[in-house]
């Protein structure tokens, strides 16, 4: 997949609410401090994880068709394994999300074709808090 810098500097200026599927309530996983780091630089973090009830105070939902309708979701960042990845860009395709970010390792090819046909920003193997940071300076 090729992707421009210029998308990940578009998705990160423009995203206000991201919803972290994998989102672990364990302060040593990566999914827990990327979205710490996340919310501690403004945007409103949707915690997506079916094994959890809440994280840092904030309602866990255990899909992304499980967030309320009408909840606005600019971003769907995923800490799922590959193989896992079809089903979720999916559903971020029927909930409306302007973009999916696949971090670190994770990559499906054929999942990303699918969301940039449906006219979603897609980032893969990279990690938003690192993107973020460099965006920053």
């Not at 998308?7 to 423009?14: F, K, Q, Y």
């Not at 206000?16 to 996340?38: E, T």
């Not at 409103?44 to 904030?58: A, F, K, L, Q």
Request: with cysteine.
């Amino acid at each position: 997949m090729v992707f421009k810098a210029m998308d990940m500097a578009t998705i990160l200026r423009g995203a206000k609410i991201i919803a972290v599927v994998g989102l672990s309530d364990n302060p040593d996983r990566p999914s827990y401090g990327v979205a710490s780091y996340l919310m501690e630089h403004g945007y409103r973090i949707i915690p997506v994880n079916p094994n959890i009830r809440e994280w840092r105070g904030i309602k866990a939902y255990g899909s992304l068709e499980g967030i309320p309708a009408g909840e606005r979701v600019d971003v769907v960042d995923i800490f799922r394994r590959s193989e896992e990845v079809g089903p979720i860009v999916d559903e971020a395709i029927a909930i409306g999300a302007k973009a999916v970010w696949m971090q670190l390792g994770v990559v499906d090819e054929a999942a990303a074709e699918r969301a940039k046909k449906a006219g979603l920003f897609v980032v893969m193997d990279r990690c938003m808090k690192i993107e973020h940071a460099k965006l920053k300076g």
